[in-house]
Structure formats: C-alpha cells, structure tokens
Nanobody, 115 residues
Framework: VKLVESGGGLVQTGGSLTLSCTAS????????MGWFRQAPGEEREFVAA????????YFADSVKGRFTMSRDDAKNTLSLQMNNLEIEDTAIYYC?????????WGQGTQVTVSS
C-alpha cells in the first residue's frame, strides 16, 4: 500500500490544521492506521492510532483533547484534525498503516507552529 500525506503547513500557536493520508494499492479497511511525528533531532514518536474497525482510537498524552482522527475506508483516507496547536507540535507527521505486523509509511508532511 502506498500512503501520501497532505495538509501540512505553517500555523500560529492556537491554530488548527487537518492532515490527510490517502492510500492507494490496497483498501485500508483491514489496516490499523495511525500518525507518528518526528521533530528535528528527536526520535519518531507515536501521535494517534485507530483500529482497523475504527472502533478504538488512541492518542498520545501530549495531544489528547486537542487532536482527533477519522478514517473513511470508502475513500481510503485517514485524517488527523489538530486543534490548539503548540510550538511543540512542530514536526514531520507520518501516516502509518499496519497489517499483520507489517508497517507501511508515507513520506511525511511538515507541520510548523510559530508563536
């Protein structure tokens, strides 16, 4: 499966952005999906995940209450709605799809939050 992220950009603190991940090659309905991010000089870290059924979602403590996630399997897309953005949210955001313990990654999209 090929994943392509979009929607990144520059935003001021307190602002909002919505990231999208579009998949091709396979239907996403069997995949657990998620978002990770990597700030300069840091390890890639977990942001959010959703089970393949869409019934269960998980968020990192640092984004809980500010970020929401949704998936549309008919359109093969995953979205990450980010509200009340903080400078610490600045990073490259990567879409992840997991099926039978095999990870697939997109190329990432840059999110920059300025004061």
């Amino acid at each position: 499966v090929k994943l392509v992220e979009s929607g990144g950009g520059l935003v001021q603190t307190g602002g909002s952005l919505t990231l999208s991940c579009t998949a091709s090659g396979r239907t996403l309905s069997h995949y657990s999906m998620g978002w990770f991010r990597q700030a300069p000089g840091e390890e890639r870290e977990f942001v959010a995940a959703m089970s393949h059924t869409g019934r269960n979602t998980y968020f990192a403590d640092s984004v809980k209450g500010r970020f929401t996630m949704s998936r549309d399997d008919a359109k093969n897309t995953l979205s990450l709605q980010m509200n009340n953005l903080e400078i610490e949210d600045t990073a490259i955001y990567y879409c992840n799809a997991n099926f039978l313990s095999t990870d697939h990654w997109g190329q990432g999209t840059q999110v920059t939050v300025s004061s």
